[in-house]
């Protein structure tokens, strides 16, 4: 299975793009790569994925590069309430399902 | 809907206590699993079932058993706590057996301490 590196933290400024970045040079052609966050000590949410083209939905943006091997999540517009750990991570195509989840990075939103 | 519940919220064992972590999901999903979170560690997969009658190992399953009687509800048993099971479990359910194209729900925890 594919594994993702992040950087353990960034911070942002309030009202600023997020971009956190994620590689997963390992990856197969059929393994999505999902974002998922957890804020506080609540159970991780579920942000977005995608397999090979960008993606966007009502909370952030997915960029994925045409190789592949590495991906972007943008909060368009960071606020408070985004500062979250961040996971990355790479989902088994069919026939697998075991998930593996790393560190993740740490977000901090700045006022 | 509920989404993914579980109970207790809080609990403290004592070495060698037995107790269930219990989980249900009704959102008619057909994979569930356990993960456990310690400091600085990230998310480590216990057991998981790709449905009723089915499961399977994850990363840690040592310490550990699961059954899966009904889809719904995915408990996890500790014969026989350790200090070393001290930690924060999440129970999470997707829709789709191979769910690489449906994300995980996750419920909000339950903080387990081993005295």
């Known amino acids: 299975d594919a594994k993702t590196t992040q950087p353990p933290s960034m911070d942002c400024a309030e009202g600023r793009a997020a971009n956190l970045p994620c590689n997963h040079s390992t990856i197969s052609g059929n393994e999505y790569v999902y974002w998922y966050r957890q804020i506080h000590s609540q159970g991780p949410q579920y942000i977005i994925h995608g397999l090979k083209n960008n993606e966007t939905n009502e909370m952030a943006s997915l960029i994925i590069t045409e190789d592949r091997k590495s991906s972007t999540l943008i909060l368009p517009h960071a606020t408070l309430r985004d500062t979250a750990v961040y996971y990355c991570i790479v989902v088994p195509g069919a026939g697998s399902y075991q998930l593996t989840f790393g560190k993740g990075t740490k977000l901090s939103v700045i006022p | 809907n509920a989404g993914v519940t579980q109970t207790p919220k809080f609990q403290v064992l004592k070495t060698g206590q037995s107790m269930t972590l219990q989980c249900a999901q009704d959102?008619?999903?057909?994979?569930m699993s356990w993960y456990r979170q310690d400091p600085g560690m990230g998310l480590r997969l216990i057991h998981y079932?790709?449905?009723?009658?089915?499961?399977d190992q994850g990363e840690v399953p040592n310490g550990y058993n699961v059954s899966r009687s009904t889809t719904e509800d995915f408990p996890l048993r500790l014969l026989s706590a350790a200090p070393s099971q001290t930690s924060v479990y999440f129970c999470?359910?997707?829709?789709?057996?191979?769910?690489?194209?449906?994300?995980?729900?996750f419920g909000n925890g339950t903080r387990l301490t081993v005295t």
């Open positions: 959102m008619n999903h057909e994979y």
């Open positions: 999470a359910s997707s829709r789709a057996r191979g769910s690489y194209n449906s994300p995980l729900h």
């Open positions: 079932s790709v449905g009723a009658g089915i499961t």
